[in-house]
């Protein structure tokens, strides 16, 4: 029996403030997860907790800057990770609300969206830091299929 790719129509991907490593998200984008019929929505929640994690040299309290900075990190993404040969459309959404959680659930729902990403700590302990985490949440309520990605 051959298994059959799936390709997705709609992937929301949650990016945080920091950097966008390959290591990261090199295996989401292997051949056969996308085409050009895709459609990639680069999400940043933007709140307290996220700006405390920007870089010290983004100056948090300057709303254009960390918007730009939000911007070139998509931008980053995309030329790293996305193969002009397969070209899918890109979005990018920058979402202000203190409730990450809340506002990840509503806006996959709004979306429309058939599969989220999103990284996690890393860390192997299911305790009490894990079920405050983003990935935790939505594996736990998502509308969608999930995959979480962690760092190697």
């Known amino acids: 029996m051959v298994k ?3 390709k997705r129509a709609k992937t929301v991907i949650f990016m945080g403030p ?3 490593h390959q290591h990261t998200f090199e295996h989401l984008l292997k051949d056969g997860f996308y085409n050009d019929s895709s459609t990639f929505v680069l999400v940043h929640i933007l709140n307290e907790k ?3 994690q920007f870089p010290p040299s983004i100056d948090i309290k300057n709303e254009q800057e960390v918007e730009d900075y939000i911007y070139q990190q998509f931008s980053k993404f995309e030329e790293e990770f996305i193969d002009s040969d397969r070209r899918p459309k890109i979005e990018k959404e920058i979402i202000l609300n203190s409730d990450t959680k809340l506002s990840a659930i509503n ?3 709004d979306s429309g969206a058939d599969s989220c990403v999103v990284a996690s ?3 192997d302990d299911l305790g009490a830091a894990a079920s405050h985490s983003l990935a935790f949440y ?3 309520h998502a509308p969608c299929d ?3 990605i ?3």
């Open 4 to 6: 059959k790719k799936m």
């Open 18 to 20: 920091e950097e966008v």
């Open 50 to 52: 996220s700006k405390a």
């Open 107 to 109: 806006f996959l729902k």
């Open 121 to 123: 700590s890393g860390e």
């Open 138 to 140: 939505l594996v736990a």
């Open 146 to 148: 999930v995959l979480v």
């Open 150 to 152: 962690r760092p190697d």
